[in-house]
């Protein structure tokens, strides 16, 4: 079936850099879409960035532009998520998601702290 998996969360101090990590499976990865959701506590999700099927094409919300960078691996099936310059509001916990699929991976959380 259709899945999606994170990895690569963890503790990193203001204005440190974290790359998290999306696999896909059960669908042809190279055709579709993907994004990165996260949601900080107490917040509604929000979309953080996305990619076209052939990564030609990217979005990125206001408050991560010039910080993060979504890119993706069609021949490994992955799509990740390169955050420098990170602030504590960027904690939260973050979500790759298919689009065309409406499948959630599990999250991995981030957390920005000293």
């Known amino acids: 079936q259709v899945q999606v998996v994170e990895s690569g969360g963890g503790l990193v101090q203001p204005g440190g850099s974290l790359r998290i990590t999306c696999v896909a499976s059960?669908?042809?990865?190279?055709?579709?879409?993907m994004a990165w959701y996260r949601q900080a506590p107490g917040k509604a999700r929000e979309l953080v960035a996305s990619?076209?099927?052939?990564?030609?094409?990217?979005n990125y919300a206001d408050s991560v532009k010039g910080r993060f960078t979504i890119s993706r691996d069609n021949d490994r099936m992955r799509t990740y998520l390169q955050m420098d310059s990170l602030r504590p509001e960027d904690t939260g916990v973050y979500y790759c998601?298919?689009?065309?699929?409406?499948?959630w991976g599990q999250g991995t959380p981030v957390t920005v702290s000293y």
């Open positions: 059960g669908f042809v990865f190279r055709f579709h879409a």
């Open positions: 998601y298919v689009p065309r699929h409406n499948t």
């Open positions: 990619t076209s099927a052939d990564g030609a094409t990217t």
